[in-house]
């Protein structure tokens, strides 16, 4: 090694770091050349004089050393560099992150789920925390605390705490509410391969979903540009929490080198780096999938030249070949750095992609360049395609999913709910993550603990939004589990986690609590721990054997018709709870005693003939098909209000849909209609069979009153879920059920067709169309006469306070004009809570989902839920006497509302009885709607096995309906 070299080396250190880790890394290398060139040039030194790059060595040319040598060498040195934490990091005594004046912490007596060893660690003990840093957990020893002054203390009483949630795909602060027009920041239209945009760039640290994020556990989170690229460029971890600097930077979680300088100025510890990808449909502004892979293939073909013209050219410098690069500045390039830095294995990629069709050619894209993807992201059809994830280069990467948020479009048609544990039986790493804003980043949890619900075992239902994730990020060693020396970001729960509403109850972030924070009370825990039967413990889930394997079987797309039609009597045994729909609502029928045995419910022609004790019943109906349900309940079936439930297989596929409307208030309707208004019918558009309504139907959602989201003026209508066409008897509970209107400011966001019109035009021809009977002698006219006689609902799809306010107003006009009682439902109504006396003095309904999202500026005033607030908007506007009904916004979320009203009611603490909840999703809804009667002509029963309708112990097994005289088994 010519003396220069050496110097060069040697004097590159700054600090001992540095010098250790060029040196150990370099040394190798050193000896490997030397040793090389030394035998071989014994052996074959004629061929050596003709090789430029070993004649200089062997000659011992004089070189001219450039002056910029050093800094070449550090950029080659640089490229050695492995990312990950650096030796330092295992020994720092204060977190990067620490923010002054943060004091040591200590939680006593907590059950401690670590996220170690898959998740199956579980300590019980104290977590002692300070600097930001977790410094002991468990037993602690006795002296340990003796000299810390400003200890807070906490005491968990051993509630179960866990590290803070980590959501691998967000796009919070880039996307951020309020959603306004001006900070809609996701993609780049510039072309299909963009490594150089970065999220960071538009980072809003003003998002208020920031704090409803930290209310859910939620403590780092992924910022994803969107999926419109092939490659959509750099993503950033961060940290939600606000910090002293108010800045997008002082969010950062172990920003890259890249962020500051050209990648030179490093520590011995290079941080990862983050990038998104697409591939599939999404990215179809560019061209067809074809296109697509070679816009790839193109790119990093691009980088990996680059790559071979670094590695090339810093073999030369480091033998200290100088002449032979005279002239030749370092090869590199701005817009390419993060390819190629992708192809030296320093980026976590996180790839959004679908079907097998695309995560073949990705895992085809990894080999033939030779560069692992982190995660894949949605992921449909993952769980059909185990070995071919298994052969992308570097191993198989995580798999990141919704829960059950599946078939909007072809690409998530074949999804389903058994996916994850499918993967996790295959070995692929488990992610359930929000794609926030699409699901709220703040309920990540309940996609995981729906995940546990449909078999993903509980272990790897909690590391999929903990360790998981944070490993896919290569940021293991600081967040995503708790051990010592990891950053203080820690949930104390007010549930075993896996339970439905589990709340955190404090959250920390870099050791700061972040909840009621303001009021300076750093021991406060928020809310109480619950004390319900099981709620401290991992909730028991129903198994999903058989379905698992026909999803399989079935690539994705099994029967779900019920597998069994019972025509005779059926005898339930083992029945907990028996409730029923009565004048006033729903009420429990029978219940067993504690104590006592539990029950029997006899059906004959899929009505209830007997309930009670088995000698009484079983005499009256002897012979019949005895089904054991295990201390499951019989009850009313449901109802799913709001979506497009029944009308739409896939909402992103027009050729599956309704079709466009029109828009009165836009464009002329056409003449053959004759009628100004447009007036249409959700009957018309019906489709039965759908995947979503059979899903629905065999989750015990018997009923739909859909709506055609694109339509000014809509009449709805009510439907079975189950039915196979409108011909079959009941598939039509009620053609004609409500007149559905929307009145909102169009929103940025939104795919819905709200008309880009004034509120005041909107409200005008509201105000019309029930004042004067103008329009009588057309459909319009017609039905909204009858809407402003009180004969049909109308009902109003609206957010905004002051809108509803102005509504209410209109509505006491009408009634006091036409001496009528006009039935106004509020359809979504976030901000209703504002007028909740008002809407009850005045009669009015309101629908809402059981979690609302603040996303639009008309939509922002929400209560924000516990731990944020102690009571709910439900709670609220049911204490004002208002009837509420739950409504769902997407037809795949139909399935799950009886999890939804659980979750309205254990957010309500105490204030909705069980009665109570049962009727946000039965009663009050058909009361509003005036469906009553039909619905009790009808009168479907759903049968729950292991547990009660609002439990993740039970399943449906059966519908019962007496209007088809059968009992189904699904
Ligand atoms: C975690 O699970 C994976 C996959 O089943 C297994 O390979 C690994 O050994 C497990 N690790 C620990 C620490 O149990
Ligand atoms: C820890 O909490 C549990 C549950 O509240 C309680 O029974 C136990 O006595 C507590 N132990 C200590 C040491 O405080
Ligand atoms: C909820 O908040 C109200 C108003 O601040 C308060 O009066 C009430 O005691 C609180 N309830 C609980 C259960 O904390």
């Not at 073909?301 to 032979?324: F, M, S, T």
Request: glycine share 8%.
């Amino acid at each position: 090694m010519s003396g220069a070299l050496k110097d060069a080396v040697l004097s590159f250190s700054a600090s001992p770091d540095r010098l250790q880790t060029v040196r150990t890394r370099a040394s190798p290398q050193w000896s490997v050349i030397l040793y090389t060139v030394i035998a071989t040039a014994v052996l074959f030194s004629y061929s050596f004089l003709f090789n430029p790059f070993t004649r200089d060595l062997v000659l011992n040319v004089d070189q001219t050393v450039p002056v910029n040598a050093q800094r070449i060498l550090q950029q080659c040195a640089f490229l050695k560099i492995v990312p990950g934490p650096g030796a330092a990091f295992h020994t720092r005594e204060v977190s990067d992150r620490f923010e002054f004046g943060t004091k040591p912490t200590l939680i006593k007596n907590a059950t401690i789920w670590t996220g170690l060893s898959n998740g199956t660690e579980i300590l019980t003990g104290d977590v002692f925390f300070k600097n930001g840093i977790v410094n002991r957990l468990g037993k602690l020893p006795k002296h340990l605390l003796d000299r810390e002054d400003d200890l807070v203390i906490v005491e968990a009483n051993g509630a179960w705490v866990t590290p803070g949630l980590v959501d691998l795909h967000t796009h919070l602060g880039i996307l951020s509410a309020p959603v306004l027009g001006g900070t809609f920041d996701l993609t780049s239209p510039h072309g299909p391969i963009v490594p150089w945009f970065r999220s960071i760039d538009a980072f809003n640290t003003h998002d208020d979903s920031f704090e409803h994020a930290i209310a859910g556990g939620v403590t780092t989170a992924q910022i994803l540009p969107g999926s419109g690229n092939a490659i959509g460029g750099q993503a950033f971890m961060v940290k939600l929490r606000p910090t002293a600097k108010k800045t997008p930077t002082s969010m950062l979680l172990e920003p890259p080198v890249s962020l500051w300088d050209s990648g030179v100025d490093f520590d011995g510890h290079l941080p990862w780096r983050h990038l998104k990808q697409a591939c599939g449909e999404n990215v179809n502004a560019y061209g067809t999938r074809m296109d697509t892979m070679w816009w790839y293939r193109s790119a990093y073909d691009g980088a990996r030249k680059i790559k071979e013209a670094q590695d090339d050219y810093c073999i030369k410098a480091e033998a200290g070949l100088w002449n032979q690069l005279q002239g030749q500045p370092y090869p590199e390039n701005l817009q390419w750095e993060a390819l190629v830095d992708v192809l030296r294995g320093r980026v976590k990629i996180s790839t959004h992609c679908y079907e097998a069709i695309d995560l073949d050619a990705l895992v085809r894209l990894t080999n033939e360049f030779q560069f692992p993807i982190a995660s894949i992201h949605h992921a449909s059809e993952a769980y059909l395609v185990p070995e071919t994830l298994k052969k992308a280069f570097g191993g198989p990467p995580a798999i990141a999913l919704f829960a059950n948020h599946n078939r909007f479009k072809r690409e998530a048609y074949r999804g389903s709910e058994f996916a994850p544990r499918i993967l996790a039986d295959n070995g692929i790493p488990v992610i359930m993550k929000s794609d926030h804003p699409v699901l709220d980043s703040r309920h990540v949890l309940y996609e995981a603990q729906q995940a546990h619900y449909y078999g993903l075992q509980p272990h790897l239902a909690l590391t999929s939004v903990t360790s998981t994730p944070a490993e896919a990020a290569g940021l293991s060693h600081r967040i995503g589990s708790l051990q010592e020396g990891a950053d203080a970001d820690i949930v104390i729960w007010d549930s075993h986690p896996l339970q439905l509403g589990a709340t955190p109850r404090q959250v920390w972030i870099d050791g700061i609590p972040q909840l009621n924070a303001s009021n300076n009370q750093e021991h406060v825990l928020v809310g109480s721990q619950k004390t319900n039967e099981g709620s401290q413990e991992m909730p028991r889930v129903p198994s999903w054997d058989s379905e698992r394997l026909k999803a399989i079987q079935y690539d994705g797309l099994p029967p779900l018709e019920p597998e069994r039609i019972v025509n005779g009597p059926v005898i339930l045994t083992n029945v907990a709870e028996v409730w029923e729909r009565s004048d006033s609502g729903v009420k429990q029928r029978w219940s067993t005693q504690p104590g006592r045995e539990l029950g029997t419910v006899v059906l004959a022609d899929g009505k209830i003939v007997c309930v009670g004790g088995y000698q009484k019943c079983v005499q009256a109906e002897k012979a019949g098909l005895v089904v054991d349900i295990h201390g499951g309940s019989v009850g009313p079936g449901l109802i799913s209000a709001g979506s497009t439930l029944g009308i739409e297989e896939m909402e992103l596929e027009a050729s599956t849909g309704p079709g466009p409307s029109f828009n009165p208030y836009l464009q002329g309707i056409p003449a053959v209609l004759e009628d100004t208004g447009g007036l249409v019918r959700t009957v018309d558009s019906l489709k039965f069979a759908t995947r979503d309504a059979l899903i629905a139907h065999r989750s015990g959602v018997t009923y739909g009153v859909s709506t055609l989201r694109s339509s000014t003026f809509t009449l709805e209508t009510t439907f079975r879920t189950g039915a196979s066409h409108s011909l079959e008897s009941n598939a039509v509970i009620r053609d004609i059920t409500a007149l559905h209107v929307h009145i909102e400011r169009p929103i940025p966001y939104s795919a819905a067709a709200f008309p880009p019109i004034s509120i005041s035009t909107q409200i005008t021809g509201l105000r019309r169309l029930l004042l004067n009977s103008n329009y009588h002698n057309t459909e319009t006219g017609y039905w909204f006469d009858k809407a402003a006689e009180g004969a049909i609902p109308l009902i109003i799809s609206v957010n905004n306070a002051d809108i509803m306010a102005t509504l209410l107003r209109l509505k006491a006009d009408v009634e006091e004009q036409r001496g009528t009682r006009l039935n106004m439902i509020f359809n979504s109504a976030i901000e209703a809570h504002l007028l909740a006396k008002e809407i009850a003095e005045a009669n009015a309904g309101v629908i809402m989902t059981a979690r609302q999202v603040p996303l639009s500026w008309d939509s922002r005033r929400i209560i924000a839920r516990p731990p944020l607030t102690n009571t709910t908007a439900i709670a609220t506007l049911v204490e004002h006497g208002v009837t509420v009904g739950l409504g769902v916004i997407e037809a795949t979320e139909a399935a799950s509302i009886r999890f939804d009203a659980a979750w309205a009611a254990l957010e309500a603490d105490g204030r909705l009885t069980k009665a109570q909840t049962y009727e946000l999703v039965t009663t009050n809804l058909e009361k509003m709607f005036g469906i009553a009667d039909w619905i009790k002509q009808d009168d479907a029963l759903v049968i729950y096995d292991g547990g009660d309708i609002f439990s993740l112990e039970s399943k449906v097994i059966g519908i019962a309906s007496p209007s088809k005289g059968n009992v189904e088994f699904f």
